[in-house]
Each structure stands twice: as structure tokens, then as C-alpha cells.
């Protein structure tokens, strides 16, 4: 509870999660030497991150074997941690660059109703990856370090945000068989665009410097210019300057009370929301107050069912959905995935 602006993750192994599940004690490794410091009831020390996380919303857990397993240069050391907000792994001393397509426009209107514009959304992937890889070197590193790990194995970090507002657009809602397929196939098909990327760049500016021990290096494996070419990030700040929804989240509000310096309350409505209720005549400023103040359109007489299942938001859905969003994204990224998983007010220990 003292630290309320930081996000705080505990890193887990698969030996921890055996004496949990067994009931017994594991050794506490002093990091620098290996050596046994101590010893410590898995089983409480798991039920005690349980208890935080439901009472703060932290820690998070990091399973540090399952990351090392999909470590891309294993010859160069462990991967021992991530970015603070949990979507780039990183060796020591690596920094994570990392940029984010706005999905909501690669919508495209055609006879059959909406679908991804790909053509277009392939352009900007190559314009993207190589966008990024050029920060590699234009870049100033804080330590030489940094900036050596950071041209040897050339890691960025190409994702999505606007993912809500494209489902919106193309009338699809979030927590649907339907929005976990589209998932899948438009970060599908973003990694193998950005892989066909770096591929090229490898072929016009080289292979990354620690490319030789690297999980490329054999006789089948691709030439890259980039250990990795996808991540999916929060976006937090990015969205707002986008003026999109936030990474693959769903929209946490569809109207919400934004009060100013001066005290003023102003009643901020989303922008495809108020347009479709304006074009179906039920908008008012009396109904955005009261979806502001209710904090979902759910049980709202005056706004059509139809509109209701699309607009889903954040508290809306079930957690289970959350996470099949989050997988049908991360089978597709090379790094990790940014993912709040909403829990209502009244959820347990247990569901945590």
C-alpha cells in the first residue's frame, strides 16, 4: 500500500509453483552467487500475493521460466525482468522501443459491410519496423551498456492500439467468438508483415550483431534484422494523443464525468458512440449524463439492445474474456502482452 503509483510484479519459477501446488517449502537463491539463503512455505507466500492482488491490485506475477523458454538469446544470458508495465521482457541492461498502429484506421466500407483494410495496414507494419530499427541508432543511451545490447540484438517492439474502436466500427463486440478470431488473424497477420520487414532490412542493412547463437541461427531459421519485431503495450498516454481506445482493451467507459481545474464537470462521451446516437435519434445530454453516471449502457432502456452489445466496456466483461483476448493477441507477439483483466467490486480471493 505505500508504493500507489508503481506497478509491482513478483517473479515466479516452475519450481515455486510445484512447492505450491505441493504443499512445501522452496529455497530462497541469492541471485548473485546461487547459493541457498533460506527457505520459505511456497504455499503462503502464494496466498499472500493472492490476498495483495485482491486487496490492491498488486503484485502481478512474472513466470520467468515460461519467458526464458521463448528467450531469443539465450547465449547471451537470462532474461531476469521486464519493462514496468509488464510487455518487454529484457535481458539486463536491454531497453524495450516500441511503437503502436492505430487499428481504428484500417477500417474500409465496402459492398459486404466493414473488414481491415490490409493492404494498407501492411504498409505501415514496413514503415513501422523500420521506423523503429532507425531509433535503434539515433538513439542516446543513459549508459553505454544499454546502448551496446541495444544495437547488438536490435529488439522492438511493433503492436496495436484502437483495438475496441475497430470492433466497434466493424459491429462486433468485444467478448465474442467472433472479435477472439479477428484477434487472432490481424496479429497474425501484423507479425508476419513485421517479420517479412525485418527480413528485408536484414537483407539491405545486415543481421543483427548477435544474430550467431541466436534461436535464428540454423540451417531453416530466418535472417531478421531484429531479435524481435512485436509487443503489445498499455498505450496509455499514446491513445490519448491518438484519440483511440488503449492497446487491446475495451473501452473502459462509453461516457464519463471529467472534472477540470476549475471544478467544472464536463460529461465526455465517446466519439463513435455519440455519432451512432445522433444518427439513430436517441442522443441527449440528459442520457450521456446518466450512462456517466451509471458507468455502463447496461440495463439502459433508451439505448437499443444492438447498441448495447457492441458497446460493451471494461466491467461488462467477464474475465475469461479478457484472457482469450490477451491469448489470441500473444499467440501472434514476440514479446508480452499488456492485458488488465477487470474483476467487479465483489469478486473474491478465491476468483482472484
Known sequence: GDFSNFNISVGLTEEFMNAVEEGREYDLVNPHDKTKAGSLDAREVYELIVDMAWATGDPGIIFLDRINSDNPTPHLGEIESTNPCGEQPLLPYEAC??????????????????????????DVVHRGVRFLDDVIDVNNYPLERIG????????????????????????????????????????????????????????????????????????????????????IAPTGTLSIIANCSSGIEPLFA??????????????????????????????????????????????????????????????????IWHVRMQASFQHHTDNAVSKTVNFSSDATVEDV
Open 97 to 122: 522501443n516500441l511503437g503502436s498502429v492505430n487499428l481504428s484506421r484500417f477500417v474500409r466500407y465496402g459492398d459486404h459491410g466493414p473488414d481491415v483494410d490490409w493492404d494498407h495496414l501492411a
Open 254 to 319: 462509453v461516457s464519463y464525468v471529467r472534472t477540470v481545474m476549475d471544478n467544472d464537470r464536463l460529461i465526455e462521451v465517446n466519439p463513435l458512440f455519440e455519432d451512432l446516437a445522433v444518427k439513430q435519434g436517441f442522443y441527449s445530454r440528459d442520457l450521456m449524463a446518466l450512462i456517466a453516471e451509471h458507468g455502463t449502457l447496461h440495463d439502459i432502456e433508451a439505448v437499443p439492445a444492438d447498441v448495447q452489445r457492441v458497446f460493451v466496456t471494461a466491467h461488462d466483461i467477464q474475465p
Open 148 to 231: 551496446e545490447l541495444a544495437r547488438g540484438n536490435r529488439k522492438i517492439g511493433l503492436g496495436g492500439m484502437g483495438w475496441a474502436d475497430m470492433l466497434i466500427m466493424m459491429n462486433i463486440s468485444y467478448d465474442s467468438d467472433e472479435a477472439i478470431a479477428l484477434g487472432e488473424k490481424v496479429m497474425g497477420f501484423i507479425q508476419a508483415e513485421g517479420r517479412q520487414a525485418s527480413t528485408r532490412l536484414a537483407d539491405e542493412r545486415g543481421v543483427f550483431p548477435n544474430f550467431e547463437g541466436s534461436i535464428y541461427d540454423t540451417p531453416e531459421g530466418m535472417r531478421v534484422r531484429n531479435a524481435t519485431v512485436t509487443t
